[in-house]
């Protein structure tokens, strides 16, 4: 059964940038997409973007001048960086399996997530 | 861009059928997944593929999609089916993209 826990900062300064990384267990992160979700609170899901096992990234339009997600294979571990935040990126943030069957994206869901962070925007 | 569109609520007594629907342009033309989120939780992928149930996820739960709305179908609900439920889809003009959540009340 494969495992996904977030880690990071759970306060983040106006201006600054959000950093967070989640450590997969229980599978390698090998020969999958992987994807960074949040959740404002009372609010629905936003996809924010994914990472390839090759390295490739696909980010959400709304949020691709600010996202930058890397790969660290080795550690079986992928990350998520957002500059330049505002209170409307507080938010709890997932990381989730991304399984998109035949490199069809229309067929694509997330099917193992983490627990999830809170992450505040706040000074 | 596109958009899903959820109800904000249903309600369902014990034992009976719970319908959700989600709405998007074209949505039919597209394949639909549902995931469900229990209070403080995240969430848990409960149809992919329209109507494919995950290993683990009791049969009571089924999925269809056509035209323009994508259906998730609960039925026998039980008091511990009540949670948010949210569609998910994919598009050229916004990548993946969920919808607004349903909370689903047993009462």
């Known amino acids: 059964q494969v495992q996904l826990q977030e880690s990071g900062p759970g306060l983040v300064k106006p201006s600054e940038t959000l950093s967070l990384t989640c450590s997969v267990s229980?599978?390698?992160?090998?020969?999958?997409?992987w994807s960074w979700i949040r959740q404002p609170p009372g609010k629905a899901l936003e996809w924010i973007g994914y990472i390839y096992y090759s390295g490739s990234t696909n980010y959400s339009p709304s949020l691709k001048s600010r996202v930058t997600i890397s790969l660290d294979t080795s550690k079986n571990q992928f990350s998520l960086k957002l500059s330049s935040v505002t209170a409307a990126d507080t938010a709890v943030y997932y990381c989730?399996?991304?399984?998109?069957?035949?490199?069809?994206?229309?067929?694509?869901?997330?099917?193992?997530w983490g627990q999830g962070t809170l992450v505040t925007v706040s000074s | 861009s596109y958009e899903l569109s959820q109800p904000p609520s249903v309600s369902v007594s014990p034992g009976q059928t719970a319908s959700i629907t989600c709405s998007g342009d074209k949505l039919g033309s597209k394949f639909a997944s549902w995931y469900q989120q229990r209070p403080g939780q995240s969430p848990v992928l409960v149809i992919y593929?329209?109507?494919k149930r995950p290993s683990g996820i009791p049969q009571r739960f089924s999925g269809s999609n056509s035209g323009n709305t994508a259906t998730l179908t609960i039925s026998g609900t039980q008091a511990m089916d009540e949670a948010d439920y949210y569609c998910q889809a994919w598009d050229s003009s916004t990548a993946w993209v969920f919808g607004g959540g349903t909370k689903l009340t047993v009462l």
């Open positions: 989730a399996r991304h399984v998109v069957p035949a490199t069809q994206a229309q067929r694509a869901y997330f099917d193992f």
């Open positions: 229980g599978g390698s992160i090998s020969s999958y997409y």
């Open positions: 593929e329209d109507n």
